[in-house]
């Protein structure tokens, strides 16, 4: 009986597998990655995604076409298409959003998925001239943004990566933290002799010091990413490295061990993480929480860029044909969207959008030039604030009404956001203060969002024609 059931779910798996390829073949599956690093709001942005895909109207999503047109005929949640993977818990996330107080949803710390399907009329083509309702599949993917900053560890070895860590550690902002685990790493190394024991606790407290560098310094740029969220491998033989902090020693038995728990880590752990789930991915949204940047330092918004660069190296750019979407999906639409804009007034949403242009121009050129339609957006998944206009020192201004993470309401004039990065002096005479705000009282189906509906249309907009 056992076995006759499991001879049933291979079948069931490999008839869904079939059907997804067809679907593919035929322009009407979508595999979307919700990407960032940690804080950047990609719980509640794919939380509210689904919310205005299950329960949006026109009215709310005036700028999503196959809305506002009227073809858009439903949606539903449908089981992920990976059992093994955990679902990505909206129902849990829009409950904790409508409790009493509201909370936000608990930060990804693994990888989870979603699968919609999305039933539309369809405008052009045969399927419109015919009439016949169309659903689209849609799979959307969520990891945390830390475990993209290990892709680019495929195309380096141990020594030049423990060259470039070496060089970051001994500079500010990160030299200042540094300085006592750089001292016992160093006198280690150049003792050379393995001590499994001594090489455990070095690593243990090198995932501390990176830790560190993100809650003290509002650093980005931390690898391995496996140290900050460790996830089923805590623990695990495969995370107990770290950088070599030495010249030469290369033939030592403890250079020799830590190459291969190197190597070991990107074969087992990066590697495998991009074959599962990262190398079929059709499209992109990058959530970057730039006024967080901006609150911290120049070296951390310098440090977000220096990651999103090396990040979007390792993503498969192209546009998809055929027999790409068949057999080597690749990513043919970006969206790098700035969140949390309702901690701004209107009027300087379009400096964030300015400012996320800035720090993402390093990117751009090679992702335009292998013909990627790139977008820019700033958005609130979930809005959190009320615009108006007050009085402050006999001028009227405009100002922001929410509640802080503590509870109070309060009225803020939050202030000028730069087009531009800002000099270093800048932080020194004045600097940034983008408070965040809890989510409001008494929130209902559809979340109230900033410019998710034009965030639907760039992502999905050519999909539902």
């Known amino acids: 009986m056992g076995i006759a059931m499991h001879g049933s779910d291979t079948l069931k798996q490999l008839a869904r597998t079939a059907t997804d390829t067809l679907k593919r073949g035929l322009n009407q599956h979508v595999r979307l990655a919700v990407t960032g690093l940690s804080q950047a709001g990609k719980t509640a942005f794919i939380t509210s995604l689904t919310d205005q895909l299950l329960h949006g109207s026109p009215r709310h999503l005036p700028f999503f076409p196959v809305q506002a047109e009227g073809r858009f005929l439903g949606a539903r949640e449908v089981p992920q298409p990976h059992p093994l993977l955990p679902r990505f818990r909206y129902r ?47 799979d959307i993917v969520d990891y945390p943004g830390e475990w993209l900053l290990d892709l680019a560890l495929l195309e380096t070895d141990y020594a030049s990566w423990s060259a470039q860590q070496r060089q970051l550690l001994s500079q ?62 805590k623990g695990a033989p495969v995370l107990a490295f770290f950088p070599w902090l030495t010249e030469g020693g290369e033939d030592t ?50 440090d977000l860029q220096l990651a999103l660069t090396d990040i979007l190296k390792s993503f498969q750019y192209g ?33 964030l959008s300015s400012l996320l242009s800035e720090l993402i121009s390093p990117a751009l050129e090679p992702m335009r ?9 700033t958005l609130a998944a979930v809005c959190t604030t009320q615009a108006g206009s007050g009085q402050l020192d006999g001028e009227n201004l405009p100002c922001l009404k929410g509640r802080l993470d503590d509870g109070r309401q309060v009225t803020l004039f939050p202030g000028d956001v730069p087009s531009s990065l800002p000099p270093s002096t800048f932080w020194q005479q004045q600097g940034f203060a983008f408070p965040a705000f809890a989510p409001p009282l008494g ?23």
């Open 253 to 302: 038995a403890l250079f020799k061990h830590l190459e291969k728990v190197f190597e070991q880590y990107k074969s087992e752990v990066v590697k495998r993480f991009y074959k599962n789930h990262f190398a079929n991915i059709d499209r992109q949204v990058v959530l970057v929480d730039t006024l967080a940047a901006l609150n911290h330092s120049r070296a951390a918004f310098l």
């Open 319 to 351: 546009k998809s044909s055929l027999l790409s979407r068949l057999f080597s999906p690749q990513v043919d639409k970006v969206l790098f969207a700035a969140t949390q804009a309702d901690r701004l007034t209107p009027d300087q949403r379009p400096a």
């Open 443 to 465: 929130l209902n189906s559809p979340l109230p969002h900033l410019r998710m509906d034009k965030t639907l249309a760039f992502v999905l907009g050519d999909k539902l024609k």
């Open 369 to 377: 030039y292998a013909g990627i339609d790139v977008g820019v957006e």
């Open 172 to 233: 500010a902002p990160r030299a200042a933290l540094a300085g006592n685990w750089c001292v016992d790493a160093e006198l280690f190394c150049q003792q050379g002799a393995l001590d499994a024991v001594q090489t455990e606790q070095l690593a243990e407290r090198y995932a501390g010091l990176l830790s560190d560098f993100r809650q003290q310094l509002g650093l980005y740029y931390l690898q391995p990413g496996r140290f900050l969220l460790p996830g089923e491998l």
């Open 92 to 138: 849990e996330n829009l409950a904790s959003l409508k409790a009493e107080p509201p909370q936000w949803g608990p930060s990804t710390a693994g990888i989870s998925e979603l699968r919609l399907h999305l039933k539309y009329k369809p405008d052009s083509g045969l399927r419109g001239f015919f009439g016949e309702p169309v659903t689209l599949v849609l």
